[in-house]
Nanobody
Framework: QVQLVESGGGLVQPGGSLRLSCVASGNMFSIHSRGWYRQTTGGSQRELVAMFNDSTTDYADSVRGRFTVSRDDAKNTVLFPINSLQPEDTAVYYC???????????????WGQGTQVTVSS
């Protein structure tokens, strides 16, 4: 069973920064990609970035240049510094892994519980 735990959210003023992180535990046969999503109150979940095994990344236009994803495989951690935050960035941020639990299984998505980011003066 794979578990993802996000941390680093909080209250920040406009223009500020936070450093989100996602720690993975448990066994997975293979990991296809890692990513971050966010969901606003009453809104739909939106993908912010996908990072593939070759470390190529695909950012949403809304965050490109402000948010940067990286990973530390030795610590099973995905880091997500988010900068130049604005009130519209207020949301619950979720970490997502996509992989195969076993050699014969289909791709499966694992999700963390989310971390709240609130941008307000």
């Amino acid at each position: 069973q794979v578990q993802l735990v996000e941390s680093g959210g909080g209250l920040v003023q406009p223009g500020g920064s936070l450093r989100l992180s996602c720690v993975a535990s448990g066994n997975m046969f293979s990991i296809h990609s890692r990513g971050w999503y966010r969901q606003t109150t009453g809104g739909s979940q939106r993908e912010l970035v996908a990072m593939f095994n070759d470390s190529t990344t695909d950012y949403a236009d809304s965050v490109r240049g402000r948010f940067t994803v990286s990973r530390d495989d030795a610590k099973n951690t995905v880091l997500f510094p988010i900068n130049s935050l604005q009130p519209e960035d207020t949301a619950v941020y979720y970490c997502r892994y996509e992989g195969r639990p076993s050699a014969r299984s289909a791709l499966f998505r694992y999700w963390g519980q989310g971390t709240q980011v609130t941008v307000s003066s």
